[in-house]
């Protein structure tokens, strides 16, 4: 894993009203939702968090298949597009929540199934979230996480707002297992062709790693 230390927070209110454009992003949404229905039963009994939902690529195809979906953000701008469409679309079993764990807030509520997509490497200490991760599953609770492999810092045209390169899964599973998650898996879930700074087009692959919460913890 290489750790880049941005002090910068990435203007994702900016961004938002036009982030669903890019049929890259939707595209690896799909490949991702994909893999965590082909590693997880998802089931009507389910309540799951989608933290760092963004605009709900993601949370909304999930949405069928489960319960009810809360997905939660830093970027108010995110959760106003992503509350559009739950209001268009009349949907009863989504709902959005702001949290800013960068400032010291918690997350509540207990889950059968946490999400999270392409948000890890934006989090400075990934430490203490998946120790929250641990407090709010439920009993034999399921975590999905979705991100980078190593990247070298080429992925994003600008690396405002990031602080890993990318994670090695080896780092990853230790991380889960520290946090106190067992039966931990890792695959492929996605590759993502882009432009690379250095010149033609490189290939980034994004890795889905699954966990249990251990009953000893």
């Known amino acids: 894993m290489v750790k880049q230390m941005n002090k910068g927070k990435k ?22 939702a994909r893999a965590i229905s082909e590693e997880v039963v998802l089931s009507p009994n389910m309540d799951v968090l989608d933290f760092g939902c963004g605009t709900g690529l993601l949370t909304l195809k ?16 995110m959760l106003d597009v992503l509350r559009a469409k739950i209001e268009r679309n009349s949907l009863r079993n989504v ?14 509520g207990s889950y059968d199934l946490i999400v999270s997509s392409m948000t890890f490497h934006h989090i400075r200490e990934i430490g203490p979230l998946l120790e929250q991760f641990r407090k709010v599953s439920a009993p034999a609770g399921l975590l999905c996480i979705a991100d ?25 599973r230790q991380a889960l297992t520290d946090a106190g998650f067992g039966e931990i898996r890792d695959r492929t879930a996605a590759e993502v062709v882009k432009p690379s700074a250095r010149g033609g087009t490189r290939l980034f692959s994004v890795f889905l790693m699954t966990g249990r919460r251990s009953p000893s913890r």
């Open 148 to 172: 980078l492999d190593p990247d070298d810092g080429q992925f994003h045209s600008s690396n405002e707002g990031v602080f890993h390169f990318g994670f090695d899964r080896e780092f990853m």
């Open 62 to 77: 999930l949405q069928p298949f489960v319960r009810s979906v809360i997905g939660v953000d830093s970027s108010q701008g």
């Open 11 to 32: 203007d994702f209110d900016r961004e938002s009203s036009s982030w669903d454009d890019n049929p890259g992003r939707v595209r690896l949404a799909d490949d991702i």
């Open 95 to 108: 709902r959005t929540r702001y949290l800013d764990i960068g400032q010291g807030e918690i997350l509540e």
